[in-house]
């Protein structure tokens, strides 16, 4: 019973909050600001592992403008916190587990003032050996523990934070592997991508009078930031109150709590309202990165491309805490063997505990590290048969009631083949005139490297899986509340939730679907916090699809009990009844009334909950189990040009094609593709912190380089709309496909382009010109 | 110290300044303009972009000292008061190109600037003006899209005037 509306759902309106920001007015984390407010700022950890043998601040204390500094300690409630495992500590004691590990806050009248006064804070370490590579890792007997086995939190499985296998038809046996024409392996790693999201942690905690604390915050999880916080504060949560500062970004690096507890506790301590803002390498140091990974695949296939088998191990690097560690793993087990159908899989994937910088939550969660490895896979084998890359991948396609290795049925649709389709039948950009050459269209741009010569084009393609929403058994749910009213003359819908919009467009989304369900005009967006129920995580593909849907169901419950209201006083017996432009309608009858005449001074709010479909926990021996509530698939084109002297990348085009079962608004879908998949492009040429023996060699925007406009190429994408009858107007999660496959398409160009084999990403200029390993 | 400049028009001053203070610092903290952004503070990211004395620098790395009698115009000031968004500011809205908005000061007062200098800027003059400016949610698409957009209906609107 939805009805068209220009503002609606598929249409594109612009962004509620687009004239703030390009005016400057919008009020981003950073940019709170209080009469009388303090700064804050930590003590971060130069090692990535010692014993602290001491802490002393008697100094700092005494340092002018300084109104606290506050160690473990000083800590009111319980001392750890974590988003699934409550391993980490609000301020270090006993043992420092990584480097940039914060021991101690202050809070100051001015930032300079708090930096002089975290200058003057002795700490004396013990230095402990790191436990940093796999080897390590896997036998604490030898090199010790990251985490003492049961020392606080109840997890007895050494440096392993969680493991999951995947087995399904016969596993793989030699009598699977007999049956196999050919086999196909590789070892992969994958390097530590960062979020590098531009707005940096930051935020305002101010002291309530009933002792309680209002934070106004960047974050993507209002309610579970809550949940974490309160605890370690000794309060409980109604004293602790959320909401939402302007988010410069996320990709998964604001699930976890960064800045929060620490501008809590100082603003509990002082009394006063303390800002905390992250410079740029204190982000880096902040925040949770993609796990870097080691993947070795061994893939069987029959000489005419069916794939017979696929064995594979993922070791993720989970660094010193867990955050989302076991998640992590739970996706790249059931989804790294890719969109194909392999009868007979074996699989294993782990997270381990180091002593590297933590890793947690990146968009494609999981899923981007397997997907470099099954596609460079599926290449290597369409080589190896002499077969069209596209072809193979087109053969062994999954489609709509295809199998999963983890048992579970594909119950939507899932156009894999027609992607690849697509992205091959775009016209291919026109080659390099050398006779008319710009520079600042070759490898090397502005810097007058070359003139052209030594420069080779190649193409690559790739296609990826990810699931939406949060997955084995997470009763996931998305709170909205709606309220309908005349103000002005006119009826006005206000809704209500606590999603963070961190760019990604659910506000505009939410205003949509109002209108869509109301008939209504204006809609006003009221500001997230923790007033009303949770609205889960902006992660996983999963807002419009869980708080879209609430707000679905919230205005479908005002609009039945509107039209209530219009049966009991006009006794309409119509079955056809619709809300469209301000007025009930019924099909047959046309227009009955106003909603302005109808509604009165009556205000109509409700509250709605969106669960999805239950999940269940993959089981730990054999991964069987329908884990996921809804799959998406997007695929790439590469088009690149390489120096193969200089070992410089240029990536010419990148086309995706993608399924997002309904857009409901078109403009925003192409720009979530276009921002995915240049993510997935830094991963390919030039993205990954650097850690050795535990030290981050590259926190800042000179040495972590993300793609720029200049490294960017022109990106038609082809959008798809096959309606999942188990979502919300039939629609599939957006945000995360996108960076899955752009990945391996551009690393498969460059291999097309140079014939090198390139088992690692980001591809490094050394490892193009043969002047570094590979 | 005192520092005493022209601030999108308006002279203004701020009292206490640390010598080690930027330009972003007291625009942000001391005078309310916290349409600058400070993403990187070292000069890489381009969100704090501003003109000062009509050329477009990074704020984080001018000392506050150093703008004592001159003008800065941030992106608060590109807006004319009269007629509402700039041509710049109006095309970022309707192209899509913004999604968090972080970076959108410093790209507009960059492209502002791009587009006085040069009123129909090819692809390669638009990525090569704006290669200073990082943004990590776009992938840029849309961005180009709303600069050859500010570009065409500045174009249209000199050829009606003339
Ligand atoms: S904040 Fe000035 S360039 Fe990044
Ligand atoms: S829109 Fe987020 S950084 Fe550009």
Redesign the interface.
């Known amino acids: 019973m939805t009805t068209a509306h220009p503002d609606g759902i598929g249409g594109s309106p612009l962004r509620p909050d687009g004239i703030l920001k390009v005016t400057g007015q919008f009020a981003y984390s950073s940019d709170m600001w209080h009469e009388d407010m303090l700064w804050g700022m930590a003590l971060r950890s130069p090692h990535a592992h010692a014993r602290i043998l001491s802490v002393d601040t008697s100094e700092a204390v005494k340092h002018p403008g300084v109104y606290a500094v506050m160690t473990y300690d000083d800590i009111p409630g319980s001392k750890f916190y974590g988003l699934e495992i409550k391993d980490q500590p609000a301020l270090a004691t006993g043992k420092i587990r990584y480097h940039g590990e914060a021991i101690a806050i202050v809070a100051a009248d001015h930032p300079e003032t708090a930096r002089r006064a975290l200058a003057k804070i002795k700490v004396e370490y013990e230095l402990l050996p790191t436990i940093t590579t796999e080897e390590q890792c896997l036998d604490p007997e030898t090199y010790g523990y990251v985490h003492t086995p049961d020392e606080y939190k109840g997890h007895a499985s050494g440096n392993v934070v969680h493991s999951q296998k995947v087995v399904s038809g016969l596993g793989v046996t030699d009598e699977v592997r007999a049956m196999a024409d050919v086999v196909i392996k590789g070892d992969y790693v994958v390097g530590m991508q960062d979020q590098a999201f531009l707005g940096p942690e930051s935020g305002m905690a101010v002291p309530a009078e009933d002792g309680g604390i209002d934070l106004y915050i960047a974050t993507q999880w209002l309610h579970v930031d809550r949940e974490q916080i309160a605890p370690v504060l000794g309060l409980p949560e109604n004293k602790v109150r959320l909401t939402l500062a302007g988010v410069g970004g996320a990709f998964g690096g604001r699930e976890d709590l960064s800045m929060q507890i620490h501008a809590c506790l100082l603003a509990q301590r002082t009394g006063k309202p303390v800002k905390i803002v992250y410079s740029r390498e204190e982000s880096f140091f902040g925040h949770v990165h993609r796990h870097p990974a080691k993947l070795t695949y061994e893939t069987g296939a029959t000489r005419d491309g069916k794939l017979v088998y696929c064995d594979a191990r993922i070791v993720l690097d989970g660094g010193a805490y867990a955050s989302a560690s076991p998640a992590v793993v739970g996706n790249a087990a059931s989804l790294g063997m890719g969109p194909y159908e392999i009868p007979n899989v074996n699989m294993l994937a782990v997270a381990l505990y180091s002593n590297n910088p933590s890793c947690g939550a990146m968009r494609g969660f999981g899923a981007v590290q397997a997907c470099f490895a099954y596609e460079a896979q599926m290449d290597k084998l369409a080589a190896e048969l002499d077969m069209d890359p596209v072809e193979l991948r087109q053969l062994n396609a999954v489609e709509q009631g295809s199998i999963m290795p983890t048992g579970q049925e594909i119950d939507s649709p899932a156009p894999v083949a027609d992607l690849l389709r697509r992205v091959k039948a775009l016209p291919l950009p026109a080659p390099l005139d050398t006779t008319h050459l710009d520079i600042r269209e070759i490898p090397g741009a502005l810097s007058n490297t070359s003139h052209g010569e030594g420069i080779v084009r190649g193409v690559g393609y790739a296609v990826g899986i990810k699931n939406v929403g949060f997955s084995e058994g997470f009763d996931d749910y998305s709170t909205a509340r709606v309220r309908l009213e005349v103000i002005g003359g006119e009826p006005v819908a206000m809704v209500h939730t606590a999603m963070a919009e961190v760019g990604q467009g659910g506000v505009t989304v939410h205003g949509q679907i109002a209108r869509t369900e109301l008939g209504v005009e204006r809609v006003t967006i009221h500001p997230a916090n923790t007033e009303v129920g949770s609205a889960g995580s902006t992660s996983a593909s999963r807002q419009t699809y869980m708080t879209g849907g609430a707000v679905k169901l919230a205005a479908e419950a005002v609009r039945n009990e509107l039209l209530a209201l219009g049966r009991k006083r006009y006794g309409w017996t119509y079955n056809d009844l619709s809300l469209v432009g301000g007025k009930v309608v019924s099909a047959s009858a046309g227009v009955l009334v106003s909603i302005v005449d109808l509604l009165g001074d009556t205000v109509i709010d409700l509250t709605r909950e969106h669960h999805h479909r239950p999940t269940v926990p993959f089981d730990k021996e054999t991964g069987q189990g329908f884990g996921h509530v809804q799959y998406t698939f997007c695929a790439h084109r590469a088009v690149v040009d390489v120096d193969v002297e200089l070992g410089l990348v240029k990536v010419v085009e990148l086309a995706a094609a993608q399924d997002v079962g309904k857009a409901l608004n078109p403009l925003s879908v192409v720009g979530q593709i276009q921002g995915g998949s240049t993510q997935g492009l830094g991963l390919a040429v030039m993205e990954e912190i650097i850690v050795k023996d535990g030290k981050v060699r590259n926190p800042s925007f000179t040495d972590y380089l993300i793609p720029t406009i200049l490294d960017t190429p022109p990106q038609p994408v082809e959008v798809l709309e096959l309606a999942d009858e188990h979502a919300p107007y039939g629609l599939r999660g957006v945000g995360e496909a996108p960076t899955l496959s752009s990945t391996p398409a551009v690393v498969a160009a460059i291999r097309q382009a140079t014939g090198l084999a390139l088992n690692r990403v980001p591809v490094r200029p050394e490892h193009l010109t043969g002047t570094g390993e590979s | 110290m005192r520092v005493t400049f022209n601030a999108n028009g308006r002279e203004v001053e701020a009292d206490d300044v640390?010598e080690?203070e930027s330009l972003l610092f007291m625009l942000?903290?001391r005078l309310?303009?916290?349409?600058?952004?400070?993403?990187?503070?070292?000069g890489?990211?381009g969100?704090c972009t501003v003109y000062l004395d009509g050329a477009p620098v990074c704020s984080c790395l001018v000392a506050a000292g150093q703008v004592q009698g001159r003008e800065v115009r941030?992106?608060?000031g590109?807006?004319d008061p009269e007629t509402g968004?700039d041509d710049v500011?109006?095309a970022?809205?309707?192209a899509?190109a913004?999604?968090?908005?972080?970076?959108?000061?410093g790209l507009?007062v960059q492209t502002h600037d791009l587009l006085e200098r040069n009123e129909q800027p090819s692809d390669?003059d638009?990525?090569?003006a704006?290669?200073?400016?990082?943004?990590?949610?776009?992938?840029?698409?849309?961005?180009?899209d709303a600069v050859r957009l500010a570009s065409a209906r500045k174009c249209s609107k000199s050829e009606v005037s003339q």
């Not at chain 2, 309310?32 to 070292?42: R, T």
């Not at chain 2, 913004?98 to 970076?103: A, L």
């Open positions: 640390w080690g942000r903290e309310g303009l916290p349409g600058s952004k400070n993403a990187c503070e070292q890489e990211c969100s941030t992106v608060e590109l807006a968004l500011q109006q970022f809205v309707d899509g913004v999604q968090c908005g972080f970076c959108t000061p507009l390669n638009i990525r090569e704006l290669s200073g400016n990082l943004c990590r949610c776009t992938g840029y698409e849309k961005i180009m």
